[in-house]
């Protein structure tokens, strides 16, 4: 039967064209494979992007989320950082300000239970998990004001639970920053 096999004139094509998508086929498995390899080693599964842990139970004590340090911080590099910590039922700070056309980079966690938070007109979305502190890295191109509910449910509370963004202009928010940590506090939306 071995013999009879090769005495087709189409038997070798059809073999090496068999060959060629076995070929094919297994290097878009291989593809698909490392790519999920990549994806998550390099974005450790988890959303959003990284994250990193942090005690639940010594946020108010010390540590990046104690209270006065919440809320907008201009960066040497021209960045902003924003922090902020959700409770049963509230964001803090309550009202956020950030620079129009300026790299933000949001840190938040939740101190009690799961909490969440998208801002109006925007691409941030994002899951506070106790434990974990979520980045997110965003900008905003207009200055105008922005709602930020929280958007896991939380408890009895949950519906009430909303902060505001309000994006102003680069050189105000300078000047502004400049201001607060000459007076050795943070940003707010009222100066
Ligand atoms: Cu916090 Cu819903």
């Known amino acids: 039967m071995a013999g009879s096999e090769h005495t087709h004139p189409g038997a070798d094509v059809a073999a090496r064209a068999e060959a060629r998508w076995a070929w094919i086929v297994g290097a878009i498995i291989l593809f698909l494979l490392a790519m999920m390899g990549y994806m998550s080693l390099h974005w450790a599964s988890m959303p959003p992007t990284r994250t ?73 979305n994002v899951m506070l998990v106790p434990g974990y502190i979520s980045n997110l890295q965003t900008k905003f191109e207009h200055t105008g004001e922005h709602v930020m509910p929280c958007h896991e449910y939380c408890g009895t509370g949950h519906a009430a639970m909303w902060a505001h963004v309000k994006v102003i202009g680069k050189d105000e928010f300078m000047r502004q920053a400049r201001l607060a940590a000459a007076a050795g506090r943070r940003m707010s939306c009222v100066q």
């Open 52 to 124: 990193e842990t942090i005690d639940p139970t010594t946020l108010h004590i010390a540590g990046e989320f104690v209270e006065t340090n919440l809320g907008s911080v201009a960066e040497p590099d021209g960045t902003v950082t924003v922090r902020v910590l959700a409770n049963q039922y509230s964001f803090t700070p309550q009202c956020i300000v950030v620079p129009a056309n300026t790299p933000l980079h949001f840190r938040g966690t939740a101190a009690d239970v799961v909490h969440g938070f998208s801002v109006s007109n925007s691409n941030v």
